[in-house]
């Protein structure tokens, strides 16, 4: 049975538990700011995930994944605003909506692979981003479309969040720990070996790209009913970026990975919150500063370091040289 008590783990959850209280420690406005943060570091936290199944653990790098997170999001809209459907009802059609399109990326994946499956997915993020902005009658273009909800409390959105990122987080964790997941593993690290072996390379990562898809459809859902609005800017390119450089400096492969890495995004809400939206690209420019230090020093992120061995070194550098000659020196010399 593995050992969840480890550093890493401890640390994790000396963490989390402010958090979960942060709606009990601020009182009436001054809670909004707070809670907004962890609401959009939790979605991250399950997008990235959702990504880190494609590319983490298949393989299968992808540089579109915002795809399936805006399919999410406008069918919720498009259900709601067009239709006066029930948000269920959108959240279902954007789910079964991005199983086809994760359905297609397995095709492609099956005839391309590497740095061509990888521009395949810019290329099918650049037609689904067309369609928003010209098909006016149903996306309203550029202008997007405006959802109206009832009032929900952001408490709601904030421990929905948190719930959406641990089940999402756990899900991976079994995931990876599963056959599957060991199918999934095989083919990243040689796909040439595992279709020797038997594995139906094409099954998998078709079941891969399925799984990853409805995933990030089901966030770009939540987000959309959270903020009100979805527009051509889910499709973006920075959205995709945001959610690899997570997983990458955070760790790819590993559950704790996006966790890890979510504190970009707690940096890039932050700058905005207070600073506001026109400051907004200097979290960027940061992003790319950190990931190339992560790629020079730890490329394998943040889950690669030890942190048994950085206390002890640092508690070995805070000692005095005479205190530990002392205690190296034998007695009675």
């Known amino acids: 049975m593995q050992n969840w008590i480890t550093p890493k783990n401890i640390v994790v959850c000396i963490l989390i538990t402010p958090v979960l209280l942060i709606p009990f420690f601020y009182k009436g406005g001054a809670a909004l700011l707070p809670m907004h943060l962890v609401i959009m570091v939790a979605s991250y936290i399950a997008l990235a995930q959702t990504w880190n199944i494609l590319s983490g653990l298949t393989g299968m790098f992808s540089l579109g994944h915002a795809t399936f997170y805006a399919l999410g999001g406008y069918s919720l809209a498009v259900a709601m605003v067009k239709l006066g459907l029930n948000p269920f009802v959108g959240l279902a059609a954007g789910i079964v909506l991005s199983a086809f399109f994760g359905l297609l990326?397995?095709?492609i994946s099956s005839r391309l692979t590497g740095f061509f499956f990888t521009i395949s997915t810019i290329a099918l993020a650049?037609?689904?981003r067309t369609v928003a902005m010209q098909w006016t009658p149903v996306t309203n273009s550029i202008t997007g479309l405006k959802i109206f909800r009832p009032i929900v409390s952001r408490m709601v959105f904030f421990y929905v969040a948190i719930?959406?990122?641990v089940a999402v987080s756990i899900f991976f964790a079994y995931l990876r720990r599963s056959r599957m997941g060991s199918m999934f593993v095989a083919i990243r690290e040689n796909i040439h070996l595992a279709r020797?072996?038997?594995?139906?390379?094409?099954r998998y990562k078709t079941?891969?790209?399925?799984?990853a898809a409805m995933l990030?459809?089901?966030?770009?859902?939540f987000i959309t009913y959270y903020i009100q609005v979805v527009d051509p800017n889910y499709l973006s390119p920075l959205i995709s970026e945001k959610i690899i450089m997570v997983t990458i400096i955070g760790g790819m492969g590993y559950a704790w990975g996006p966790i890890w890495g979510s504190v970009l995004?707690?940096?890039e809400e932050f700058i905005r919150g207070t600073l506001g939206a026109r400051y907004a690209p200097l979290a960027t420019a940061l992003y790319g500063v950190i990931l190339i230090v992560f790629m020079l020093f730890r490329p394998n992120g943040i889950v690669s370091i030890n942190l048994k061995r950085?206390?002890?070194?640092?508690?070995?550098?805070l000692t005095p040289a005479k205190n530990i000659e002392a205690a190296a020196r034998p007695e009675g010399k």
Do not use: E, R
């Open 216 to 221: 990030a459809s089901v966030v770009g859902s």
């Open 310 to 317: 950085s206390f002890g070194m640092a508690i070995a550098a």
């Open 265 to 267: 995004i707690l940096l």
């Open 207 to 211: 079941i891969s790209s399925i799984i």
């Open 126 to 128: 650049q037609v689904i």
């Open 163 to 165: 719930g959406l990122a």
């Open 196 to 202: 020797s072996l038997g594995v139906d390379v094409v």
């Open 105 to 107: 990326l397995g095709a």
